[in-house]
């Protein structure tokens, strides 16, 4: 969807994230159809920074990184490139897993946590 001026409206940004998000989940095995223990999780916070318009429809590629794993939280870092390599946007957002029954946070499983210990960036 593009905005009066012909650039990828703010809320695509969301949406590409979004997407990949259930893309990297389905890499992991833990998609919502595969019944795994990690569902549901909602999303507690996004937070977005935009560097350079999406201009018309293109390619882009969004690069997913786990920041930290909490208990029951999970930051990942995104970042939007687009098909030059320029960065057009990135963020963080947070997921919290919930109990299903309480709704209440409820912690990651040990499995899920062997699971994204590769994508986690190293600190510092």
Known sequence: MLDALGMAHN???LLLFERSRF???RAL???RESATPEWPYVVARHEIDYRKPIL???EVEVHISVVRVGNSSLTLALEIRMDDQTLAAQG????VRLDPQTRRPAPWSDR?????QPYIQPSG
């Open 92 to 95: 963080q957002s947070v997921l």
């Open 23 to 25: 893309d990297f989940w």
């Open 11 to 13: 809320s695509v940004y």
């Open 29 to 31: 095995g833990c998609a």
């Open 112 to 116: 899920f946590r062997a699971l994204v």
């Open 56 to 58: 018309g429809e293109m």
